[in-house]
């Protein structure tokens, strides 16, 4: 995606908002899921996705993308890429899940709000408040919530 003066922000509510999904994927064996990418077991790939992301979002938000990448080197760290298609309500979002042993990161291939506004504002604050009214409250958020 061409990066404009919002991605980062956007980028970075993604990440807030995904970020116990990819902690349950990284406690996966790197190298399970490596070898799933390399025989195309996409099917296993979009199981254990849904697996992690039913535990925080509700069904159908968040998905594998059918697509991944690794880096595995002789005594090097490994990294997981994971394509992930994420649809909390009004907005189609493409990303690039990475997973390493102590980290995660996320960019943003493509966004499409379905009724976008002229103001990118009020997209980035759709984008935020429709991750959240995706995802089940954990304890202690209820009272949070506004």
Not at 13 to 21: N, R
Not at 24 to 43: H, N, P, Q, T, V
Not at 72 to 89: F, H, M, N, Q, S
């Amino acid at each position: 995606m061409k990066k404009c003066p919002y991605s980062a922000q956007r980028e970075q509510i993604l990440a807030e908002a995904i970020s116990p999904v990819a902690s349950e994927l990284r406690l996966l064996d790197a190298a399970d899921l490596i070898s799933l990418l390399r025989f195309e077991r996409y099917g296993n790939l979009g199981d254990l996705v849904a697996s992690a992301a039913e535990l925080y979002f509700l069904p159908g938000t968040v998905s594998f993308g059918l697509g991944g990448d690794y880096n595995l080197e002789w005594g090097g760290p490994a990294e997981v890429t994971l394509d992930l298609e994420i649809k909390p309500r009004g907005i189609t979002i493409y990303a690039k899940l990475a997973l390493t042993e102590h980290h995660a990161g996320i960019e943003i291939s493509h966004i499409a709000f379905d009724k976008a506004s002229s103001d990118p504002d009020e997209n980035t604050a759709l984008l935020a408040r429709s991750l959240r009214d995706a995802r089940y409250l954990v304890r202690g958020e209820a009272a949070h919530a506004v």
